[in-house]
């Protein structure tokens, strides 16, 4: 590999750690928040009660409207919903001026200021993929509650549980063990599209590199360095992913 520019990623060795230091830590929360919103998705989107009025509530109040979010979400490039809702939705909420929590008086315009400056594509890149994730985790969790037999939740209801305690005891531990490698490769799909992130500023390691590569006007470099993070990223959390897959296998063999 002759002609390798060392010094140009030690130099800038610091950017490159706070870029992978951010890429960890928008993974981390988007795939926690983004499993737990695409839970309540995939849950509203099997809400059905059998008669009564309850029935139509369920079917056009929270069935319909999951689907059409869910459809909405994988339906359109990430990236363009990065921008929508760095230059929409959060500026129609967080706005020193007018900004619908200022408004309310839930947050002060110097907090709603300080929040857009110094964390704005944080939180950006944060809402974005966790609305993106929760579409794609839903239907995780859809097949895999479908995939268990309903005789099970017939019977633990005969038993006097609750719904949301059969569901809780019954029904999800044994969904998440066939949900792991999906979910896993959610996780994957996110360190990933985090990138995309640094269009709107957020320093990751995109972004580090771009840095670099607009500074020297080369891009072997920078961006064979992020290729390689990435991929070490993605491999260790395909090898964590694995020991989970391995020690639920051991449970059920029990």
């Not at 459809?71 to 359109?76: D, H």
């Amino acid at each position: 590999m002759s002609g390798f520019r060392w010094e140009i990623i030690q130099e800038y060795l610091p950017l490159f750690i706070d870029g992978a230091l951010m890429t960890l830590k928008c993974t981390v929360i988007c795939v926690i928040t983004g499993t737990l919103w695409g839970l309540t998705l995939g849950l509203g989107r099997l809400a059905q009660a059998p008669h009564g009025p309850w029935k139509q509530v369920l079917r056009f109040a929270v069935q319909w409207p999951v689907r059409i979010y869910i459809s909405a979400f994988r339906g359109t490039p990430l990236f363009v919903q990065i921008m929508v809702v760095h230059f929409a939705l959060i500026p129609l909420f967080i706005n020193p001026r007018d900004g619908i929590l200022v408004s309310g008086g839930i947050m002060s315009a110097d907090v709603a200021r300080s929040l857009r400056a110094d964390y704005g594509a944080f939180l950006s890149c944060i809402v974005a993929i966790t609305l993106n994730a929760g579409a794609y985790v839903s239907e995780i969790f859809r097949a895999g509650i479908q995939s268990i037999d309903r005789g099970q939740m017939e019977a633990s209801r005969s038993l006097g549980m609750t719904w949301g305690r059969t569901m809780r005891k019954v029904i999800l531990p044994q969904a998440f063990r066939r949900m792991l490698p999906p979910l896993g490769n959610n996780a994957i799909a996110i360190v990933k599209d985090s990138s995309l992130a640094s269009a709107i500023g957020l320093a990751d390691l995109a972004y580090a590199a771009r840095t670099v590569s607009g500074a020297y006007a080369t891009y072997w470099e920078p961006y064979l360095v992020i290729s390689l993070v990435y991929w070490v990223f993605t491999f260790l959390l395909s090898l964590m992913v694995q020991l989970l897959e391995k020690r639920f296998g051991k449970s059920d063999s029990r």
